[in-house]
């Protein structure tokens, strides 16, 4: 398996304003054989503070807890993050799953003022948002 990093921090202002932008930063572990779930953690002018791998799961499933994703969003003092995870499938469709654990975190993070931007999957060389 390539190795990657977990936790990135960005010291360069980087702005994200699209799902092309979040892809662009998913292409390091786009390819990776297991379903990465990542974090993007953004300040209030929505520049990269860091990015968190999240969780590593199997071919076809990671496992998801809204008390893993916000932790360092509070810890880092976010305004709002972008979640992102690659299908090892290629394929970027959505499943019930996907839809179901954005709507969750969504919902989280309003409770604690924490904004989810977006979440997008990565392939092959596609991506696609959710919301």
Do not use: W
């Not at 360069?12 to 998913?26: A, E, R, V």
């Not at 959505?94 to 392939?123: C, F, M, N, W, Y």
């Not at 060389?125 to 919301?131: R, T």
């Amino acid at each position: 398996m390539k190795c990657f990093e977990t936790i990135k921090e960005y010291k360069k202002k980087t702005n994200m304003n699209s799902p092309h932008d979040i892809y662009k930063f998913m292409k390091d572990i786009k390819d990776i054989e297991k379903e990465l779930f990542v974090v993007f953690y953004l300040d209030t002018k929505n520049n990269i503070i860091a990015r968190e791998i999240i969780s590593i799961g199997t071919l076809n499933s990671a496992i998801i807890h809204p008390r893993e994703v916000f932790r360092n969003a509070i810890v880092r003092n976010c305004n709002s993050i972008i979640l992102s995870h690659n299908h090892p499938s290629g394929d970027v469709e959505p499943s019930q799953e996907d839809i179901t654990i954005t709507k969750r975190l969504k919902e989280a993070g309003e409770v604690i003022g924490i904004k989810v931007l977006d979440h997008v999957i990565v392939g092959d060389k596609l991506f696609n948002s959710i919301i």
